[in-house]
């Protein structure tokens, strides 16, 4: 059967004779050189008869082999079913059956005519652009001043785009019954480079109901289907519906927030809490059933003040944005703006957060920018480039599914607006990066990041965490403060002594244990506020489930939960910036990659372990010497080795314990001495000791402070008292201890 179709081509590489190579896959038929059957508005077309149901086509300038061609990756490939017309444009691979939209003109024209109508308190208009052009993109869908909504949608392919949703009965090309009268053409601007890649159209949005505005678009050509329902990309919510996922129209500046004296402390005095929101609370006899699992829970915790009575600092939440999996780890995400919805509303988010504020908790949220979820994803296949699996947004795979191509400046763009977004709208004070080895996020990324929060003010005292699994050093170099690191080495190294065995590869022996505590800095970090530690978090087995795994010795459950505590100990008094994971406060024994905790079991009252841990948690907010700062503290003169396995045998030569003073550096400078003993044994050590008293202020089993915060009595008996004539004492170390003593001058 002979078939006949139109091939309209816009020759925007400027070819003098534009020529169409065509050809069938197998070399059977119609493989030959095809000149232009005329010109209109678009450019040159091709009248073409053939005979298959496919063949392929490439343009070039003049005939025969030895002209100029397009690019290989040009190769175009047609099928029946695509009509008896289609459009071609230069240097794309892209086939339409529609003729592409001509662009409107230019974005930072259409955002002069709006800029006024910008809300200016607690909204975000995205405006990340590395092309240096100063583009206000206005993705998204964004409610003005007066009433109406701005949508902006990148895409550079697409032939057409419509703006789809309740407020025009759903209506497009692709509607069973269309309405011509109601499609919403979006308009295709100069954005990105100055090139046609943003869509824009602006309404006055009205429902026949009081429901939420909901909307999608719909696009013509540049996606791997020939016409498709997309998803916003820069969606602040979706809808209740699963099944199709419609974006929400959220207006962030309808909250009151009453942070305005709220300043985000600086690193040195965060203490962390990881938690999941859903598991924080669910099935928690203490909150309503309704609140359980949400953000409305944890916001009712932080009123009961549980996080003032354990002396936390900074809230560490476990990814918030939307994922297909309801109560899951929350590591899927769908897109990066949206909030889950499982959890709440975004003005319940906002509750939650203005309520830590009011508390004196910072709160940063986990983003997970190195893949999204392989079950809904609406980056996949959105922009069809010709690239591979995937299309524009992905580079290949992780081993949690698909890898996003972060160092693609548009998709870095996307991704500096969601945290620009949460900053502005949410009021967040910081984030910690999932995964950023860079074989997972390109630190072109990362750096760029940085700068455009920090350096360039958009919010310069942002906390900034990398979870920069091999210590890669460019993100932490001297000199540049940019990123903390979570510290694998730290929670690897504890752990191995802990469970006295190998810990993923790192042995039990006693070197390197020095730079455990003194902020890993042999090892990435070169400033103490550089490194997150810790011994539990969402990713690693809780201390008594490791210590378990460690031989039939170490499952009794006073060795286990006295291991639990020195491991606690450790994380507090070690240089850096401590993190515990929610139920850590009560010993909680449980694997990685667990999110529930059993509530019912435990009670802030009575638990002793829980009492303990605020008591350490307090005394590390209360001393400065336990929260040391700076490039090198033992230059400073704030920090002396006193014990460890690198000293003399008296000093603990060969042995895995550690011990050291520390002082504040300040005019009132207070002294402390912690010591620590992993071996399962009695540890006798030499100590040296400034003349005075030396007051202990918590061990493994107790901790207590002095007046007015505690009761502690320095006349105690536990106290040291040291004689000018006899500075060294013979100390010794019970197994698996820990000590903090304070110095108080004779």
């Given amino acids: 059967m002979h078939h006949r179709v139109r091939i309209h081509y816009d020759n925007k590489n400027g070819f003098l004779e534009p020529v169409m190579w065509v050809w069938v896959s197998d070399g059977a038929t119609l493989e030959r050189e095809v000149a232009p059957s005329g010109m209109d508005d678009f450019g040159v077309y091709y009248d073409l008869s053939y005979n298959r149901s496919s063949f392929n086509f490439i343009f070039k300038d003049g005939k025969g082999e030895e002209v100029p061609w397009e690019e290989e990756k040009f190769n175009r490939s047609f099928h029946v079913h695509l009509?008896?017309?289609i459009w071609s444009m230069a240097n794309r691979h892209n086939i339409y059956n529609v003729c592409p939209a001509s662009p409107r003109g230019n974005i930072k024209d259409y955002y002069r005519q709006i800029s006024h109508l910008v809300p200016k308190e607690n909204f975000y208009l995205p405006n990340t652009d590395v092309s240096g052009l100063g583009i206000t993109s206005m993705l998204g869908a964004n409610t003005l001043a007066d009433g109406t909504v701005v949508f902006g949608f990148f895409h550079p392919y697409a032939a057409r785009v419509y703006l789809v949703g309740n407020f025009n009965d759903w209506q497009c090309p692709g509607h069973p019954i269309p309405q011509q009268d109601k499609f919403i053409p979006m308009d295709l601007c100069h954005g990105f480079y100055n090139q046609p890649n943003i869509w824009l159209a602006q309404i006055t949005a009205k429902t026949n109901t009081n429901s939420p505005i909901e909307y999608k678009f719909y696009l013509q050509g540049g996606t791997v289907e020939n016409e498709r329902y997309v998803s916003d990309p820069y969606t602040r919510l979706y809808s209740d519906d699963y099944k199709y996922r419609n974006a929400v129209v959220v207006d962030p500046t309808g909250f009151k927030w009453t942070d305005q004296d709220w300043k985000t402390p600086d690193i040195k005095d965060l203490i962390l809490y990881e938690l999941n929101v859903y598991g924080f609370t669910d099935n928690d006899p203490g909150i309503p059933e309704d609140m359980q699992g949400t953000f409305k829970g944890v916001t009712r915790r932080i009123k009961d003040g549980y996080f003032d009575k354990l002396g936390i600092t900074a809230l560490a939440l476990m990814p918030t944005a939307e994922v297909p999996m309801k109560k899951g780890l929350g590591y899927e995400p769908c897109t990066f703006m949206a909030v889950e919805k499982d959890f709440g509303t975004p003005d319940d988010f906002r509750e939650m957060i203005n309520e830590a504020h009011r508390h004196g908790l910072a709160v940063l949220i986990d983003q997970v920018f190195n893949h999204t979820s392989n079950d809904f994803n609406p980056l996949w296949n959105l922009i069809d480039d010709g690239s591979g699996d995937g299309g524009f947004y992905f580079a290949g795979k992780t081993m949690w599914g698909n890898k996003v191509a972060t160092g693609k400046d548009e998709v870095d763009n996307m991704l500096i607006d969601s945290c620009k977004l949460f900053i502005k709208e949410y009021h967040i004070d910081g984030f910690r990066f999932d995964a950023t080895h860079s074989y997972f996020l390109n630190h072109k990324f990362l750096h760029r990041l940085a700068y455009e929060i920090k350096d360039k003010g958009f919010k310069s005292n942002a906390v900034l965490i990398a979870e920069n699994l091999p210590n890669e050093k460019d993100l932490n170099i001297e000199g540049y403060n940019g990123y903390a690191q979570w510290s694998n080495f730290f929670h690897d190294k504890v752990k191995a002594l802990l469970r006295e065995g190998a810990f993923e590869g790192v042995g039990n022996g006693t070197d390197n244990l020095g730079s455990m505590i003194y902020f890993s800095k042999d090892k990435f970090a070169v400033h103490t506020n550089n490194v997150i530690n810790y011994c539990e978090s969402h990713d690693e087995n809780s201390v008594q489930f490791e210590v378990a795994t460690g031989g039939e010795h170490l499952q009794d459950s006073k060795v286990k939960?006295?291991?639990?505590?020195?491991?606690?100990?450790?994380?507090?008094?070690?240089?850096?910036?401590?993190?515990?994971?929610?139920?850590?406060?009560?010993?909680?024994?449980?694997?990685?990659?667990?999110?529930?905790?059993?509530?019912?079991?435990?009670?802030?009252?009575?638990?002793?372990?829980?009492?303990?841990?605020?008591?350490?948690?307090?005394?590390?907010?209360?001393?400065?010497a336990l929260k040391l700062s700076g490039y090198n503290p033992i230059e400073d003169g704030k920090f002396n080795w006193l014990v460890g396995p690198w000293l003399e045998n008296s000093k603990g030569g060969e042995k895995r314990v550690l011990g050291w003073k520390a002082n504040s550096g300040s005019a009132s400078s207070e002294q402390l001495l912690v010591m620590l003993n992993f071996e399962g044994n009695d540890v006798p050590v030499d100590v040296h000791f400034d003349p005075g008293r030396w007051i202990k202020l918590g061990d493994i089993e107790h901790i207590n402070d002095l007046p007015p915060v505690g009761n502690?009595?320095?006349?105690?008996?536990?106290?040291?008292?040291?004689?000018?004539?006899?500075p060294a004492q013979h100390f010794v170390l019970p197994p698996y201890s820990g000590f903090i003593y304070k110095y108080q001058s004779a």
Avoid: H
């Fill in 83 to 85: 009509g008896k017309e």
């Fill in 561 to 624: 939960e006295r291991k639990a505590r020195l491991g606690l100990m450790t994380t507090m008094v070690a240089l850096g910036q401590p993190m515990i994971y929610m139920g850590q406060e009560y010993g909680v024994e449980r694997e990685r990659n667990r999110i529930k905790v059993s509530w019912s079991n435990y009670s802030e009252d009575t638990n002793k372990f829980y009492q303990w841990t605020g008591s350490l948690i307090n005394l590390r907010k209360r001393y400065e």
């Fill in 712 to 726: 502690k009595d320095p006349l105690d008996a536990d106290s040291i008292i040291v004689s000018e004539n006899m």
